[in-house]
């Protein structure tokens, strides 16, 4: 699925996913939206195809995922704070970033050196969810 698509198909955020979303400093917590799947497939986004096929298993058994506002959730995670919480501050970090193509090139640099998840943007999301979650 595409972001529009998951914008068009998704749902709002919740009263406190919305607060959390304050407390990472998402910028447009409003434009955020939630999709439920069944499964991730990363192999039918044109962007996000190379990072799957150059760094081995990154995306095996992925439970969530942000393309900017559009936040894919599977289903067996549905609604789960701490996932939301980690998709939300990589929301953040498209915001700071200008959106999906400057995310996902400091993203994929990332993932191949330092390696995933040991790079600074998926530390911030796995710390400050956790921190969210109060330990």
Same mark, same amino acid.
């Given at each position: 699925?595409? +972001?529009? +698509?998951?914008? &068009?198909?998704?749902?709002? $955020?919740?009263?406190?996913?919305? %607060?959390?979303?304050? &407390?990472?400093?998402?910028?447009? /917590?409003?434009?955020?939206?939630?999709?439920?799947?069944?499964?991730?497939? @990363?192999?039918?986004?044109?962007?996000?195809?190379?990072?799957?096929?150059?760094?081995?298993? =990154? =995306?095996?058994? @992925? %439970?969530?995922? %942000?393309?900017?506002? &559009?936040?894919?959730?599977?289903?067996?995670?549905?609604?789960?704070?701490? $996932? !939301?919480?980690?998709?939300? !501050?990589? !929301?953040?970090? *498209? +915001?700071?970033?200008?959106?999906?193509?400057? =995310?996902?090139? %400091? *993203? =994929?640099?990332?993932?191949?050196? /330092?390696? *995933? /998840?040991?790079?600074?943007? +998926?530390?911030? &999301?796995?710390? @400050?969810? @956790?921190?969210?979650?109060?330990?």
């Amino acid at each position: 699925m595409r +972001e529009r +698509e998951i914008l &068009a198909a998704g749902m709002p $955020l919740s009263e406190e996913e919305l %607060a959390d979303a304050l &407390a990472i400093g998402v910028r447009h /917590p409003e434009c955020v939206r939630l999709h439920c799947v069944e499964r991730i497939s @990363t192999f039918e986004h044109r962007l996000l195809k190379p990072l799957a096929m150059v760094v081995d298993g =990154f =995306f095996v058994g @992925t %439970a969530g995922l %942000a393309l900017n506002h &559009a936040i894919l959730i599977r289903s067996d995670h549905w609604r789960d704070r701490r $996932l !939301v919480a980690h998709e939300l !501050v990589h !929301v953040a970090q *498209y +915001e700071r970033m200008g959106g999906i193509q400057p =995310f996902l090139k %400091a *993203y =994929f640099r990332e993932c191949l050196s /330092p390696g *995933y /998840p040991l790079g600074p943007m +998926e530390q911030e &999301a796995i710390q @400050t969810s @956790t921190r969210l979650r109060g330990g």
